[in-house]
């Protein structure tokens, strides 16, 4: 069933932004946009907040608390403050660097298909931290590092950073200001993850839930350590998968797949619109995913169809933007819309 009551809104791109230039958070929205200009909008109405110029719109756009993060192609990181737009630093030399992750005061780049290590930048001050961190082996790629903010007295410092490469059956959580490890777990194979993009969804509790190969999910409690979650029957895409209350939720290249954890009871939602799939974030009631190229379509806890908005253009990534706004952004488009119509 057509929804179009959900879209809030549709912003045209005037070029085809990388799928990484869009950050949401509560009550914020980036994108990089029109060649050179990072830009904020309302997330309610996507009217323009704010707008600064950047070399190009085909880089890396993170919100950090009270400030912005973007990386152009061109190599250079630059950090704004969210409120004004106003630039507090920029930071050249970091072609190919690609990856934007931000854990407390310290942000992280590099790590992308191999061509550069990590490097770390002081978030306040934009100078580079001295040091190098353990990774991933040369040439080999590191999933986007995750940044781990849990309270110390559960056993993990709030400034961590959590990464996996292609090559390498394990999982290291490092001190993000001091490079220290925190914890390291062996796995049945290598983080299964794309070439960009995410290779975790992290639940409400924390717990961290991804690809070991492309059939085990498996979950990490930064306290206790990883478990199997499900072995898969098939090979599944490179999408994360996720948890909403003990309930799996898997996208395969045929639908979506719940599994109940506690009872091992498994629904198939087939039929779905066949082509390219974007990974899923989780909505009221249910979820919602990205398929066929222009489609975004609602699963409920019970298999059914929710919600199915065919969009004016190709979705290539989907972002929670906090309560029940989704933000869709791919082929010069992005189109927000609120799942609680």
Request: hydrophobic share 40%; glycine share 12%.
């Amino acid at each position: 069933m057509d929804q179009p009551s959900r879209v809030l809104w549709s912003r045209p791109l005037h070029l085809r932004s990388s799928e990484r230039a869009l950050a949401a958070a509560s009550g914020a929205l980036v994108v990089a946009e029109r060649h050179t200009r990072l830009v904020r909008l309302d997330p309610q109405s996507g009217a323009p907040l704010w707008e600064t110029r950047v070399e190009d719109c085909w880089g890396t756009t993170v919100i950090a608390g009270e400030r912005c993060l973007y990386l152009s192609q061109r190599g250079v990181l630059h950090c704004v403050d969210l409120g004004s737009g106003q630039r507090a630093w920029s930071v050249p030399g970091l072609w190919l660097h690609h990856y934007v992750s931000v854990s407390g005061s310290v942000v992280f780049v590099g790590g992308w298909r191999g061509y550069r290590p990590l490097t770390r930048v002081d978030l306040a001050t934009g100078e580079r931290i001295p040091g190098e961190l353990p990774g991933a082996p040369p040439g080999s790629s590191l999933a986007w590092p995750l940044p781990l903010r849990l309270h110390p007295d559960r056993g993990v410092d709030a400034d961590s950073i959590l990464l996996a490469s292609a090559r390498q059956a394990a999982l290291l959580l490092l001190d993000a200001r001091t490079g220290d490890t925190r914890g390291q777990w062996s796995l049945p194979e290598p983080v299964h993850f794309p070439d960009s993009g995410s290779a975790y969804s992290v639940g409400a509790d924390g717990v961290v839930v991804f690809l070991s190969g492309s059939r085990t999910v498996m979950a990490l409690h930064p306290v206790s350590g990883v478990e199997i979650l499900w072995r898969h029957d098939r090979d599944l895409p490179p999408v994360p998968p996720f948890l909403t209350d003990r309930t799996l939720w898997l996208s395969t290249d045929i639908g979506v797949t719940m599994i109940d954890l506690d009872s091992g009871a498994r629904a198939e939602v087939a039929r779905l619109p066949s082509g390219a799939t974007a990974a899923g974030v989780a909505v009221p009631g249910g979820v919602l995913v990205g398929r066929a190229g222009n489609q975004l379509i609602g699963v409920d806890r019970n298999g059914g169809i929710s919600a199915r908005l065919r969009l004016r253009a190709r979705v290539d990534r989907v972002v929670a933007g906090g309560q029940s706004l989704v933000h869709a952004i791919g082929k010069g488009h992005l189109t927000t819309v609120d799942m609680a119509m």
